[in-house]
Structure formats: C-alpha cells, structure tokens
C-alpha cells in the first residue's frame, strides 16, 4: 500500500504571487485535510475534503483554497502570499469524514515566501 | 473551542530513562485522544491513540492512558533510546465538537533529544 505522497518537497515564492501544492493519499482512503505547521508549532487545521467538497475548514482566510479529484488526490491553493504564510504544509489522509482514526501524513511541502 | 496543552521542551534524558511528557486538553464532547511523533524532515506519524475513558494506547514501548477526570493524556516510556528522539505532539479529535467533521487539534509539540 502506498502511503501519501506531496509535491514539491521545497518551494520559494514571492510575496504577492500564487501557489499551488499537491498530494496523492493513501490507497482507499477517500479523506484528505491540510495542515499548516509553522516553524516550532503544532499543525493548524486548514481545511477537510471528502468526497470533492470541502466539509470543514479551520480559521484560514479565502485566499487558501482546494481541490480534491475524484481519485482522491488534492490541491492546495494559496493566492496573494504573505510572509508569515512561510511554512511546512502537510496533507494527511485517512479514510472516514467523521469517524476519525487516524491519519496517514505526508511528508510535507516546505515553503518560503521571500 | 478545543485545546491542547503540552509541557515545553526540549526534554534532554539519558539512555535507558524514563520518560514522561504530560499533556492535558480542554474539549466540549467526548474527543479520541493521540500521540503523533515527528522525525526530522518528516511528517507526522502516529504513535498511539485512545478513543475513550481509561483506555490505554500503546506501541513501540510508549504508553498513554485517556484519563477524563484530569483531562490528561500523559505519554510515558520506560527506557528511552537515542533514536527516540524526535518531536512529540498531543492531539484530539471531537467530530460533535467540530460541527460533524474531523479536525484535529494539536499540541505544540515536545523536543525530546536522549543522549547516549
């Protein structure tokens, strides 16, 4: 069974510009959530995708959107990047919305904003 | 809302001590209750879990038990090696809490370095 896999591993960007973050989850699971990890901080919630909708969302303005494909896999958007966006991005799959169990994590896109 | 507290590292012990890493939370519902730990470079992985009252999560020699009258979830080790050292966080998840969907809230994570 593959584990969950994100790309790109390092990515620098400039204050103003858009990026776009991806991640393949584990085999039958059919939840993604991403996560934002500052440096020396625990994970924050960004948001949840299920069945390609978004069913949840943590305290992170519009400018931070996603895409989930009917093969699971995700997208993370971040437009007009800031500063303090600067941060490991984790995606993590698992395979009930609500019943949680636990979840499989990648190993994270790590990015700067200059 | 929900809440984790974990106590402030980094934890420095010797080969072969005991550990201990307290973490207590705040909830409205009835959370499950984890331990991940995160190698450098890496993702988070899960360690153990607890999903309800005097249960004890265990693996690879850690144990937690899910105490709601002190709201902790302490995670402990008899003897620690050096390749346990990485950063350990507390977590829960409360669906009712979180309006029916899973959100896990995490601690700020404990350093623990162990020396030969």
């Known amino acids: 069974e593959t584990g969950v896999t994100q790309s790109p591993t390092h990515l620098i960007k400039t204050r103003g510009q858009q990026v776009t973050l991806r991640c393949s989850s584990q085999?039958?699971?059919?939840?993604v959530s991403w996560y934002q990890q500052a440096l020396g901080q625990g994970p924050q919630f960004i948001f949840q995708y299920y069945r390609e909708e978004e069913n949840g969302r943590g305290n992170f303005p519009p400018r931070f959107s996603g895409l989930q494909f009917p093969n699971y896999s995700s997208e993370l958007n971040v437009n007009a990047l800031e500063l303090d966006d600067s941060a490991l991005y984790l995606c993590a799959s698992s395979l009930d919305s609500i019943a949680y169990s636990g979840y499989t994590f990648g190993s994270g896109t790590r990015l700067t904003v200059v | 809302g929900d809440s984790v507290t974990q106590m402030e590292g980094p934890v420095t012990l010797s080969e072969e001590a005991f550990l201990t890493i307290n973490c207590t939370y705040t909830?409205?519902?009835?959370?499950?209750l984890f331990w991940y730990v995160q190698y450098p470079g890496e993702g988070l992985q899960l360690l153990l879990k607890?999903?309800?009252?005097?249960d004890k999560g265990s693996n690879k020699g850690f144990e937690a038990t899910y105490r709601k009258e002190t709201t902790s979830f302490h995670l402990e080790k008899g003897s620690v090696q050096v390749s346990d050292s990485a950063v350990y966080f507390c977590a829960l998840s409360d669906p009712r809490g979180s309006g029916g969907y899973q959100k896990v809230t995490f601690g700020t994570g404990t350093k623990l370095q162990v020396i030969p």
């Open positions: 909830a409205t519902g009835y959370p499950s």
């Open positions: 085999s039958g699971h059919n939840t």
């Open positions: 607890a999903t309800k009252a005097d």
